[in-house]
């Protein structure tokens, strides 16, 4: 096992977002003796109300602004040891959509947090250190009859969207500043999550909130598309693991060992929810849709002796159902004004 590290100060950037607001609640919980700043633009998809149960926590400052600022960057590094780094445009059809932000947020702003980071930790950075949040759909597609193929850590990258294009080069530049001045960042790259506080435009939450609203939910293509699922907090606790015992200048895939297609996830979340088939709506495919993603998350268990805990079906997704079916409030304001119209002109239909 290696070296494990403790850190007393840690800037979360995109902490009011799904995967972010799980992390700092989490590492809260998990490790007493850590202090968080969560720096958070709040765009669209970050919530404040995602984090208002740990609001006034003595150990935790939210502080609203962008990763493209370094000079406020610079000011919040002075007093921290680590950058876990969450912020990030993350949704594939709205980069079909518009690429611009997703170059603007995930490649400029991965680039000011690491110049960031030596100006404040030294040429070598090496006073802190830098975990990249990163994606398996770097890795491009895999194919749906071949289930023995995964993706490892020396997958050749091979993006297919304007989202994964930038989170590879997000990574790719992490990675840069790792050989060129030495400073020690770390990369991890995770399967499909779901969980507690995911923004309604991702399929679970999507089609969960519409059955509950009596509305059809759209299947993209033949349904067959294939995705990894992790809870979101064996996620979270993966990360932790590689934060505090990864080694410098490496790659780490976690993954849900959890795979399903879109049609069998469909068909779960009917039968949870007690809905009949009539109420899947087949759709148009998404453009450039990749095939198949699933992840060989062994380097995590040899190396960092992790492995998922709460992905399995049909308790996470059950668990899951629940929490959106509990927290009707939390969705209905979040699908409501900007998402609204995003909503509409994705699938032409109302929403409230
Ligand atoms: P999504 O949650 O957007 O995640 P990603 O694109 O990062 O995998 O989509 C998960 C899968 O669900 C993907 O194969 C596309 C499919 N999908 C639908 O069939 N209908 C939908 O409305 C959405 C949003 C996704």
Redesign the pocket.
Known sequence: MPETRNFKHLLVTGGCGFIGSNFVRSVLEWRPGVRITNLDALTYSGNLENLADIEGHERYTFIKGDITDGGLVQTLLADCDAVVNFAAES???RSIQDASPFITSNVLGTQVLLQACRNTWGDDGKAGRFLQVG?D?VYGSLPIDKPEELFTESTPLDPSSPYSASKAAADMLAMAFHRTFGMDVLVTRCS?NYGPYQFP????P??VTNLMQGEQ?????D?K?V?DWLHVVDHCEAILSVLEGGRPGEVYNIGGNNERS?LD?THAILDIMGKGKEMIRP?AD?LG??RR?AIDASKMKAELGWQPTRSAWPKGLADTIGWYQDNTEWWQRVRSGAYRDYYEKM?GAASS
Do not use: M, Q
Request: net charge negative; hydrophobic share 30%.
């Open positions: 949704h594939v059809d994606t759909e499909n435009e991702k399929v679970i999507l089609f939910v759209p299947l993209y293509g349904g598309n995705r879109n996830l759709v998404r849709h990749d993603y699938y």
